[in-house]
């Protein structure tokens, strides 16, 4: 009687799990059965051929798959992530490392499905779940364009993904839990711009591969979550684009958020890390109208949002590091950025009641004041003033005590965002030293 | 009682000179005023200048070479060899990739355009056997090793010549070291066809440091400035050089970078 029970449930447990085995592939492949034949790809046209263009920009694509010093395209670019480098691939049509042997339904394919030719599943390095949201004529579009560019024969190396997680296996049941294709569906209720704006922002343009977090699987919250995140690896927060104490979008006006995206600056803020290479390589080439679309779906979703209460001051700072970050400040920084902080219009951004100085999560000031940098030159802003690193000149302690100083001596009261520790810059320093 | 009055002279001296400086510093401060912001290259190129010295005159340790009066074609070439690998040092990567080629351009002919005096070489300690024999490198090359003079190329006073050869004088020991080395292992290249990295190549390694030594221990000429045209154009067409046309000819000295 214990015996047969016993077999039973093996038996139960057994059938349960080939049920979750085939539910798992069905979900990854089983769209493969039921697939009509390829339809043609249109011949090119100018017109189709500036389009694809056009969406390849939008989407950024030569950021990742271009290696510093090869072709543009080419691919071959490490995108470190916690669980390993993953290679972007050869774009260009070279027919035994690029799309040269591919054809329009593969490349559909890979941007939809997030596979590659003989049904391959790609690593979610490459945002399929934004490329998913592009209808078939854009994918049509932007591998005519490609496969119009000049062939560069250039291997991709293997993913270097920590067993067994690059595995197809790992992927599978990856994509069952966090992925799933999907089309782009207009909200009837919004105008057309905003729906354009929508879609630029979910698809192409990709912004929640950055600006949303990512749980321990490494899954965002969504294509449309903007809530923030921290870019693991290489350091840099990408601040919520809904909270008001973080990017103030709802009180920016318009044509201040379609400068920043186009310049890369505006009056109270200035772009840096990786969305620097955002405007400039992708945004600052895009149509006035879609940027304008897309800072009215912003605009839109951070007033949706709804207003938090001032976080309450932080507990004072310790004398000796008060006085530490006041020394090193007026010996590195006030010479620039003014004794109380101020700026000067124009030239050196101001650091009282700087959002950028505030924000709770500190990563993106150490960065700066490590590697200080240039705004990126752009037509709106094309010949931009910069800062020094100090990598080599400051201390974990002294960078510490001056970005506390930056966070508490020099803003107003009710607005401070507490101590920065020397242990998280030595976190910072240490991840990106190269 | 002398004892307590000298004490009280004491500090009411004290404090007056006290209050004295304090006034005056008070003044001062207030005369200088908010520092003046100006709108100029020397105010957008600080972060180079926190490097490599003020206008560009080569920062303190020997890592940091001078800028200030080497050929302009020559600077942005660097400039572009560090956004697109050719050079590797990841701090200047990281300031260069936000910027345009025009404003490349524009920071090259800055420091360019700078000529500040030289500070005296440092003597070189390398024997006067090896030095004769870097000597003889710099102004004669080496026929049998196929090793042209450093000369042909770099101008017969050594200054560079416009707007691509940079000058080989002026420059810190450990710099020179870490370029020859850096040549000679391919870290560091040029534009293709790599002409400098051919000719280092060719020296032999325990020749290295001589060649740097005698470099570094030489006083600059009067004119500092690169040459505008070589007494004898390279003829040999083994050492076209992808980042220099004018030595070959193919460009006019003092074209567009």
Redesign the interface.
């Known amino acids: 009687m214990k015996r047969r029970l016993l077999k039973l449930s093996a038996r139960l447990l057994g059938a349960g799990l080939l049920l979750l085995l085939a539910a798992v592939v069905w979900h990854n492949w089983g769209d493969l059965l039921g697939a009509s034949p390829a339809p043609q790809l249109a011949p090119a046209t100018p017109q189709s051929l500036e389009r694809g263009a056009y969406l390849v920009r939008a989407g950024n694509c030569v950021a990742c798959h271009t290696v ?3 072709a543009p395209l080419a691919g071959g670019r490490a995108i470190d992530t916690p669980f390993g480098a993953v290679y972007s691939s050869n774009l260009t049509p070279d027919d035994d490392t690029g799309l040269g042997r591919w054809s329009a339904q593969d490349f559909w394919n890979a941007l939809h499905h997030g596979r590659a030719p003989g049904g391959r599943l790609l690593a979610p390095a490459f945002p399929y779940e934004h490329t998913s949201l592009m209808a078939r004529e854009d994918s049509d579009a932007m591998f005519a364009w490609l496969r119009s560019q000049p062939a560069v024969r250039q291997a991709t190396p293997a993913h270097t993904l920590v067993w067994p997680l690059g595995t197809q296996a790992a992927l599978a049941v990856w994509r069952t839990l966090f992925f799933e294709p999907r089309t782009f569906e207009p909200d009837p209720t919004q105008s057309a711009e905003w729906n354009r704006g929508a879609w630029l922002v979910q698809g192409p343009g990709h912004c929640a591969a950055c600006h949303s977090p990512r749980n321990a699987l490494g899954a965002s919250a969504g294509v449309a979550d903007l809530s923030g995140g921290l870019m693991p690896v290489v350091n840099w927060y990408a601040p919520s684009l809904t909270r008001e104490r973080e990017t103030a979008l709802a009180s920016t006006p318009l044509d201040e958020i379609v400068r920043l995206l186009r310049s890369g600056r505006n009056a109270g803020a200035q772009v840096s890390g990786p969305m ?2 955002v405007v ?1 390589h992708s945004l600052q080439h895009l149509h006035e109208a879609d940027l304008r679309a897309m800072a009215i779906y912003l605009q839109a979703r951070a007033r949706q949002s709804a207003p938090e209460p001032a976080p309450a001051n932080p507990p004072p700072v310790r004398a000796s590091m008060a006085e530490l970050g006041r020394k090193v400040y007026e010996r590195h920084c006030a ?2 950025h ?2 109380q902080g101020q700026g ?1 219009p124009g ?2 951004p101001a650091l009282a009641g700087n959002r950028a100085v505030l924000l709770q999560e500190p990563t993106n000031l150490v960065q700066s004041v490590l ?8 037509a709106g802003h ?8 100090f ?2 000149e400051l201390e974990d302690r002294e960078i510490a005590a001056l970005l506390t100083h930056l966070r508490m001596a020099l803003q107003a009261e009710g607005s401070r965002a507490g101590e920065v520790t020397p242990l998280q810059v030595n976190r910072i320093r240490a991840e990106t ?2 | 009682m002398t004892r307590i009055f000298r004490n009280r002279c004491a500090r009411v001296l004290a404090t007056a000179l006290g209050t004295l400086l304090g006034a005056l510093t008070v003044l001062s401060a207030w005369a200088q005023g908010p520092r003046q912001v100006e709108d100029s290259m020397a105010e957008r190129t600080r972060a180079c200048t926190a490097c490599h010295g003020d206008q560009g005159r080569a920062g303190p340790d020997g890592y940091y070479p001078r800028l200030a009066g080497k050929p302009a074609g020559y600077l942005y070439h660097q400039l572009r060899n560090f956004a697109e690998g050719r050079r590797h040092y990841g701090l200047m990567a990281r300031l260069v990739d936000p910027l345009s080629d025009a404003y490349m351009a524009e920071i090259a002919a800055h420091f360019a355009s700078l000529h500040l005096p030289y500070p005296p070489p440092a003597p070189s300690t390398l024997a006067a056997q090896r030095l004769a024999r870097g000597q003889a490198l710099v102004l004669q090359g080496d026929a049998a090793l196929g090793l042209p003079a450093c000369v042909q190329c770099h101008g017969e006073r050594l200054t560079g010549l416009r707007p691509h050869v940079p000058g080989l004088l002026g420059l810190p020991l450990d710099y020179l070291n870490a370029q020859l080395g850096a040549w000679q292992t391919g870290q560091r290249k040029a534009h293709a066809p790599d002409c400098m990295a051919e000719v280092v190549r060719r020296i032999p390694h325990e020749d290295i440091i001589a060649v740097s030594s005698w470099l570094a221990s030489q006083r600059l000429p009067a004119d500092t400035r690169p040459a505008s045209t070589l007494p004898k154009p390279m003829s040999d067409s083994r050492w076209r050089c992808g980042s220099a046309p004018e030595l070959s000819g193919a460009l006019p000295a003092g074209g567009r970078p």
């Open positions: 510093r010093g090869s620097a290479e400039q010479t620039c003014g004794e000067v030239i050196y590697y200080g940098g240039y705004a990126p030159a752009t094309p010949r931009p003033f910069g800062m020094p690193p990598v080599l030293t190269q």
